[in-house]
Nanobody, 127 residues
């Protein structure tokens, strides 16, 4: 059974930083595409970033490119999202996700291609 658990959400000021973590179990971590989504109130879920250890590929959506960084510690089945220069529009519930066999790409990170989701952690950026 695939299980994903996020942590690290909270309240930060505009321009601040926050690091989210995700611990995974129940699947071959380094063979999956893993990453992060977010969902702002009243909005669709947005794919932010992903990594494929097997392919050596990372992907970032334009909305976070240059500000967010995804990292993994495969032996611990752990993934992080370092978020810098946060903006009020980054306020959302952030989800750790996993999928197979979709590649780490804009297509692979579409919500219909994601069967495994964490419960989410709330990030609030004050203006």
């Amino acid at each position: 059974e695939v299980h994903l658990e996020e942590s690290g959400g909270g309240l930060v000021q505009t321009g601040g930083s926050l690091r989210l973590s995700c611990v995974a179990s129940g699947f071959t971590f380094d063979e999956y595409t893993i990453g992060w989504f977010r969902q702002a109130p009243g909005k669709e879920r947005e794919g932010l970033s992903c990594v494929s250890s097997t392919a050596g590929v990372t992907y970032y959506a334009d909305s976070v490119k240059g500000r967010f960084t995804i990292s993994t510690v495969n032996v611990k089945k752990t993934m992080t999202l370092q978020m810098n220069n946060l903006k009020p529009e980054d306020t959302a519930v952030y989800y750790c996700v996993a999928t197979y066999p979709y590649a780490c790409s804009a297509f692979g990170l579409r919500a219909p291609n994601i069967p495994h989701w964490g419960k989410g952690t709330l990030v609030t950026v004050s203006s």
